[in-house]
C-alpha cells in the first residue's frame, strides 16, 4: 500500500493567537516571510504526496488562496525585472496538490478526518496537524512515518519524549510491551488524551503525524462525541487496535508547538539563525538584549 494523500486539518478559530486571529487566520501566521501553513505543504510535497485534503471551515478561503496563481502579482514583478521575488512568489503555487474539504461545524480532530472519508476514498492515508511543526534537514517527519508504514503495512503514529510533567497536555501513547519503548519504532495498545502525571502510560507523545489505513474512517463515523462534545482521533484507536497492529514511531526533528504563541517565537528564532541571510544580524541582536 503506497501513501498518496495527505490530511491537513485547518478549520480551527485559533482562540490562543486572539485577539490576531480575529482578522487572520492562524494558518497564515508567519515563519520569517512564509506562512505556518506553507511549511506543512512543503513537507507533504517532499515526502511525494500527490494530494493534500486540506479541511477548513467556509470562512478560511484564504488559507487556500495562499497557495492560488497570482498572475497581476507575478506580472507586475515581471515587468519591474524583480526576478527573484517572482520566483518566491512562483513557488507558492501549489494549488494543484490541495482539494478543499469544508468542516462546516467544529466537532473535534476526530470528526474533521472523518468527513474526509470520500476524499480518501478507501486508501491509505497521512495525517498532519498544523499545531506541530517538524524540522528536519535530511527526511521530512511524514516522510518517515510513510517509510515505516511501507515497511509494516499498519497504521503508525509519530511520537517523541516528553518530560514527565508534561505529559499532561498531551496525547500519551501506551506501549504493548514496557521493555520496547525505548526502541525507535514499537506496538502499542492504545492511547490516553493528557493523562494526569500519576497515571501517564508512558512519557511518549503524540506529536502531529499519522499514517492509517482506510479501516479508522468508519470507526471514526461511528463514534459518539465525549469530551467537550467532540469526537477524539485517539477516541477510534481501540476499535483499529481490533483489527490489526498499531506502532508508534519515535520521529527524529525538531518539533515546534505552533499551537502557542511561544512556539511560535521559538521557531521564528530558531529558522532565522538558519538563514545565512539575517543570521548574523539576529545574533547580534540576541547579544544585545542579553
Known sequence: MKINKVIIPAAGWGTRFLPLTKSIHKELVPILNKPAISYLVEE???????????????????????????????EELKQKNKIHLLDLVKKTNKEKFIKVVYQNEQLGLGHAIAIAAEAINNEPFGIILGDD???????????????????????????????????????IVVPKNESEKNNKV?????????????????????????????????????????????IQLVDAFDGLIKKQKIYAYQLDGIRYDLGSIDGFVKANIDYALRDKNIKTSILEHIKKIR
Open 186 to 230: 514499537f506496538e502499542i495498545i492504545g492511547a490516553v488524551e493528557k493523562p494526569s502525571i500519576e497515571t501517564a502510560p508512558s512519557n511518549k507523545a503524540i506529536i502531529g503525524r499519522y499514517v492509517f489505513t482506510p479501516e479508522i474512517l468508519d470507526l471514526l463515523k461511528n463514534l459518539k462525541p465525549t469530551v467537550n462534545n467532540e
Open 44 to 74: 507533504c510535497i517532499e515526502a511525494g504526496i500527490s494530494e493534500i485534503i486540506l479541511i477548513i471551515s467556509p470562512r478560511k478561503n484564504e488559507v487556500v488562496d495562499y497557495f492560488k496563481i497570482y498572475e497581476l502579482l507575478e
Open 133 to 171: 511543526l517538524i524540522y528536519n534537514d535530511k527526511k521530512a517527519a511524514i516522510k518517515q512515518l510513510i517509510e515505516q508504514f511501507e515497511q509494516k503495512q499498519s497504521s503508525i503514529i509519530g511520537v517523541a519524549n516528553v518530560d514527565a510533567k508534561e505529559v499532561n497536555k498531551y496525547g
